[in-house]
Structures are given as structure tokens and as C-alpha cells.
């Protein structure tokens, strides 16, 4: 299992990127971006969806270090955008926090993928579903 510093460095080496190249195409300093890569600091999320973005690989597997698969997420942070989107950051960030409790179900085990990513779609229209709900009542 590697962390985010060890990933975001082997990504950035991956995809032929110098920390400078990088650093300015998400908008930071070099010295910030050193800082990432070494461990001394991790940045906001936004900046971490950038790095993502500009590496290809998800937040997921930059965030967790239990997810060793870079394109591990991909389905699900799609969702999260679109429905950042349709339904406002809040939902967005309240789905997000509740994938990343359960985040072990996803990344591993002998589930099947196929029956991983209906549970996520399932998990998702009930979310989606009672925020819907609730809102009308209030």
C-alpha cells in the first residue's frame, strides 16, 4: 500500500511530467508541490482533483491508500460530478464522504466488480432519492 506522496510522485514520473511542469498545471509553486511529494503537506481538494485530472488517475486512488489501481473510481467519481452538478456541492461532498467510509468494499475482496458497481448505483438513486425527499419537507 502506498501513500499519497509515493503515488502522486510515481504517477507524475508516468505520465513524463517534471514537479514544475505539473506544479503550474494545477496552479500552485514548486515548493508546494515538493511538499506534496515529500509528505509534508497534502493539498486542498481541488487541488487534488486537479492533480488527478492532469495525471489520469482518480482521487480516489491518489487518497486512499488502499486503492492501488489508478483508474480505480473512475464510475464513481463521474457520478459525484454529475451530481455536484444537478444537485449542488453539498450533495456532491455528502456522497463522497460516504464512499470513502466504504471505500474497503470497493477497492477489494472477491466481490465481483459487476455486483460492486450495481450496489454503488443502488447506493447512489437511494441517496439521491431521500435528499430529494427531505428537501420537499423542508
Do not use: W
Not at 463522497?96 to 465481483?112: D, I, K, Q
Request: a negative charge; aromatic letters at 8%.
Amino acid at each position: 500500500m502506498a501513500c499519497f506522496a509515493d503515488k502522486l510522485k510515481a504517477a507524475r514520473k508516468k505520465a513524463g511530467l517534471s514537479q514544475a511542469e505539473l506544479a503550474e498545471r494545477i496552479g500552485v509553486t514548486v515548493r508546494s508541490f515538493t511538499d506534496y511529494e515529500c509528505g509534508r503537506a497534502v493539498p486542498r481538494q481541488k487541488k487534488i482533483e486537479k492533480l488527478a485530472d492532469a495525471l489520469g488517475v482518480t482521487t480516489l486512488y491518489l487518497m486512499n491508500d488502499s486503492v492501488d489501481d489508478p483508474e480505480f473510481g473512475v464510475h464513481v467519481e463521474a457520478t459525484i460530478r454529475n451530481a455536484g452538478k444537478q444537485y449542488g456541492e453539498s450533495i456532491a461532498d455528502e456522497m463522497s464522504s460516504l464512499l470513502e467510509r466504504n471505500a474497503v468494499f470497493f477497492a477489494g475482496g472477491e466481490t465481483p466488480q459487476e455486483v460492486k458497481d450495481r450496489f454503488f448505483e443502488a447506493l447512489m438513486t437511494a441517496y439521491l432519492t431521500c435528499k430529494q425527499e427531505s428537501a420537499k419537507s423542508f
